[in-house]
């Protein structure tokens, strides 16, 4: 398990024991959280549930439907 240090203000120091007191975790379990949710790689499970919830969402043909039409690239 690696280590690091980390410096910070008086009021953030504060804060941070403030918050993680109030989580009833350490200072380092704390952080290590907001780390590990920042470095996530998927949706969480309440976002990927949403998908397909919206019954009159319209289809991609819709959507591009008033886009008009592409033009060919002039060089």
Known sequence: MGQITIY???E??????????????SRSSWIA???RE????EWPEEVRALAG???DFPDLSE???DL?????ECL
Not at 38 to 41: C, E, G, H, I, K
Not at 68 to 72: E, L, Y
């Open 68 to 72: 008009g039409t592409d033009v060919r």
């Open 12 to 25: 953030l120091e504060v804060r941070l024991r403030a918050a993680a007191a109030q989580e009833k975790v």
């Open 8 to 10: 910070l203000d008086d």
């Open 53 to 55: 919830s919206w019954k």
């Open 33 to 35: 959280s907001l780390v």
């Open 63 to 65: 959507i591009r439907a």
């Open 38 to 41: 920042r470095l996530r790689d």
